[in-house]
């Protein structure tokens, strides 16, 4: 290949870096290196063990994010990749190697489309940020969360972030992502009395006493969904309990995970199955985790212009949904941000073979740099 496109380099050197989350593995140097000769002013944040970078060009005017993670997901068994997994490599118009696609690809779109924009238009009316870190793969603990909450401390203000997430699906820009579902984590630990099954007036069954208010909870309609979200769901993952055929348990755990649409809030979720349980009689309190609040950026200019840059650069037009897992793109909607997500097709994020079409990534320059001439000209 003469003449290799910039954001092909830039996309193997992240890959040779072995950055299995939370290491980056020097990622971020890289990056900071290559925005410091763009003007950017560059602030590493390190958090317990998460290296994170936020780079910033221009003093005034809106701000523009782009954001993403340089860590990547283990690679699984080395036997199983057709060339090693840190080692970058091509085949038939497609690089790979872990992260190719996941998202190291974007990255590299994203400093490049910004060289190319700032080449033409030094001056933009606006200012330019990135938001990477090393902790969205595993832990999203030590990452993007802090950043926003140190950035919204000292009253920083995000107008409009792209997230490079892998949003296509079959072709490159056929799906952005314009929110995600909430997802919240239930617990309860039910108790009854122990005892043999011969003499179960001496005892009190666990699963007798869980399973109508488990069929009930399986049962609950929250929502029908909305414009932008499909229906909340409740899905029970876990029920452990009893130990023989002649003990009658005394004991059970239930586990059950909801993804949420904006029709509910968390707490309009713990109160009604608190609320179910009490009515059931397991007295016991819920134990949440609360992993994601659902986002949702309506049509704005950000929205807009990106899927103007599509429908010129792709000529298609593109999905706008809400569907998958969380992303850091929740973190920062709290910001009041408006958020989107665009990258690469998804097709073999996180598994063995991991890769990213060439051509589509040399196109994701392209649309970077038209939606960031769209915000900010
Ligand atoms: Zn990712």
């Given at each position: 290949m003469h003449d290799k496109p910039s954001v092909l380099t830039l996309t193997e050197q992240l890959i040779a870096r072995p950055s299995v989350s939370p290491e980056d593995a020097g990622c971020q140097q890289l990056l900071d290196e290559r925005l410091a000769q763009l003007g950017f002013v560059n602030e590493s944040m390190f958090f317990i063990d998460t290296h994170n970078l936020w780079s910033v060009r221009g003093s005034e005017g809106p701000l523009f994010v782009f954001a993403g993670h340089t860590d990547v997901v283990p690679p699984?068994?080395?036997?199983?990749?057709?060339?090693?997994?840190?080692?970058p490599s091509y085949r038939d118009g497609y690089l790979y190697g872990r992260g190719a696609a996941d998202m190291k690809g974007s990255l590299a779109a994203m400093v490049i489309a910004t060289e190319q924009f700032l080449a033409k238009h030094p001056n933009p009316k606006g200012r330019i940020a990135f938001l990477i870190t090393s902790d969205e793969e595993d832990k999203f603990?030590?990452?993007?969360?802090?950043?926003?909450?140190?950035l919204m401390q000292r009253g920083e203000k995000l107008d409009w972030c792209i997230v490079g997430e892998p949003s296509s699906s079959e072709t490159l820009g056929d799906v952005i992502k314009i929110g995600r579902r909430g997802s919240i984590t239930g617990r309860i630990n039910i108790h009854g009395k122990q005892g043999h099954v011969a003499y179960p007036q001496r005892a009190d069954n666990a699963i007798h006493k869980a399973l109508p208010a488990l069929n009930e909870?399986?049962?609950?309609?929250?929502?029908?969904?909305?414009?932008h979200f499909p229906p909340t769901s409740l899905q029970i993952t876990r029920v452990q309990a009893g130990h023989a055929n002649n003990v009658v348990p005394g004991e059970l755990f239930v586990e059950f995970n909801l993804r949420y649409s904006t029709e509910q809030t968390a707490a309009g979720i713990k109160e009604k199955v608190q609320h179910l349980c009490h009515r059931h009689r397991l007295v016991d309190e819920v134990d949440w985790m609360l992993s994601g609040e659902p986002f949702l950026t309506e049509a704005g200019p950000l929205l807009d212009a990106t899927r103007e840059a599509i429908r010129e650069l792709c000529g298609i037009e593109t999905d706008a949904s809400t569907t998958g897992g969380t992303s850091d793109g929740r973190f920062i909607a709290k910001t009041g941000a408006q958020v989107l997500e665009l990258g690469p097709c998804n097709r073999t994020i996180h598994q063995v073979n991991e890769c990213v079409s060439t051509d589509e990534l040399v196109k994701l320059v392209a649309l970077y740099e038209r939606i960031l001439e769209k915000m900010l000209l």
């Open positions: 699984g068994p080395a036997e199983k990749w057709t060339t090693p997994p840190f080692e603990v030590n990452g993007t969360i802090k950043v926003v909450e140190a909870l399986a049962q609950v309609k929250w929502d029908q969904g909305n414009a």
